[in-house]
């Protein structure tokens, strides 16, 4: 029997999307011999080069087409040639975190190629926007999943459409949804200071390049809100109550300076800290929606709180539902990192083509 094909068009070769390179490759004899599934990268553009190709061949392939041979990138070229060679179960996969390629999502949509990506950009943009690519996809016949937006390999998005499918009323959603806070509120902890906490997780690669992106709380706003409109409510990222950790307008000040600064707040921070542990207590960054409003706050959760036990970049988010209302359904592990996004990815990929 012929294999069945699936052709990948991959906007992205950075941290992500090269991890998913690394994992098509490994997988495809695999994929081919036990699944009669032939996965094959037909196309794969970054902001220099692009390529596109039926068949583009093994990994080293890909890098060496892409560099030796690749034209000078253009989005809109890309897209074009995607929809011109007019190949069946393709998926158009956006690794960037760019803003520019949402804006193609609806074209891609509508030539009926499925759309796979952990690009928040596009589906926190405006409720507007997100509801036609939701209406787009319906009125095409077509995928368009982002599971990888929100807690990385985690089955979030999943779990909630699941609830919303069966008529499992959300009545809350308690979640620590940056892998960044988390860190730094995991580790601030005995002798740490905050100041030496978030200097930790910016030396780890666990925040921004500026750690005042992860500290304003924005990103987590990203994905609260990605998961609030999965839950159908019709919110925006200024709907987000975000307590800021610590005052804003220190823009100008260099990152370093910056972080020399964040030592001013050590001692307010302490406090906070010994009067949680008096009480027998821990702080958490937590993100929370209930009664159509969402908001992430500081918290003091008890030791024996599952948001306590979290370790690392540890994501965790508790449902409470119709069904899980005694004992909330929780999902927790790593929230961040190459592989477990691209494997989350690769999963959408087969999730969003008809075999
Ligand atoms: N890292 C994680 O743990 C994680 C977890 C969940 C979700 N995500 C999301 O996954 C996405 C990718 O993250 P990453 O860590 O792989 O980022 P990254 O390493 O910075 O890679 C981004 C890639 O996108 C390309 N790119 C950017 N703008 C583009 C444009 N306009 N047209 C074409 N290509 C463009 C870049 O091209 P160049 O190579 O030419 O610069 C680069 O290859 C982001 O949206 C991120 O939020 C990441």
């Known amino acids: 029997m012929a294999p069945q094909n699936i052709h990948v068009f991959l906007a992205g070769s ?29 196309g794969i553009v970054n902001t220099k080069k692009m390529v596109l190709g039926e068949h583009l061949g093994t990994l080293s392939g890909w890098k060496e087409e892409l560099n030796t041979r690749g034209q000078k990138a253009d989005l809109a070229q890309f897209v074009a040639g995607m929809k011109a060679m007019r190949l069946p179960n393709a998926v158009f996969v956006d690794c960037t975190a760019s803003e520019e390629i949402p804006a193609l999502y609806n074209t891609i949509l509508a030539e009926r190629i499925a759309i796979v990506t952990p ?28 599971e990888t937006t ?50 930790e997780a910016q030396k780890l690669g666990y925040t921004e390049p500026d750690p005042r992106n992860d500290l304003n709380g924005m990103d987590a706003a990203r994905k609260l809100v990605i998961v609030a409109r999965e839950c159908a409510l019709p919110m925006e990222c200024a709907d987000v109550e975000i307590e800021q950790l610590i005052p804003q307008g220190r823009k100008k000040e260099t990152v370093k300076e910056f972080l020399k600064t964040l030592e001013r707040y050590d001692a307010q921070f302490e406090a906070k800290k010994q009067r949680a542990i008096a009480r027998g207590a821990v702080l958490r960054f937590v993100a929370e929606i209930e009664n159509g409003k969402a908001k992430m706050f500081l918290k003091e959760v008890a030791s024996n709180h599952p948001f306590a036990g979290l370790r ?9 539902t119709d069904h899980y209302h005694e004992t909330p359904l929780i999902v927790r592990g790593k929230g961040a990192g190459a592989e477990v996004t691209s494997a989350g990815v690769f999963s959408d990929i087969f999730k969003a083509v008809r075999l």
Not at 157 to 177: N, P, Q
Not at 312 to 320: K, V
């Open 150 to 199: 929100v807690g990385a390999g985690l089955p979030v998005l999943s779990t909630i459409r699941d609830f919303m499918l069966c008529g499992d009323r959300v009545e809350k959603i308690s979640a620590i949804v940056s892998g960044t806070l988390s860190y730094i509120f995991n580790s601030f902890e005995g002798n740490t200071t905050l100041s030496k906490a978030v200097r």
């Open 14 to 42: 950075g941290l992500i999307g090269s991890a998913l390179l690394t994992k098509i490759n490994a997988q495809r004899e695999r994929l081919l011999a036990e699944e009669g599934i032939a996965l094959k990268v037909a």
């Open 312 to 320: 690392g970049s540890d994501n965790i988010f508790s449902f409470t």
């Open 119 to 146: 690009n928040k950009k596009g589906l926190s943009s405006n409720f507007k926007f997100y509801k036609n690519l939701k209406l787009l996809a319906s009125q095409n016949h077509t995928r368009f999943l982002y």
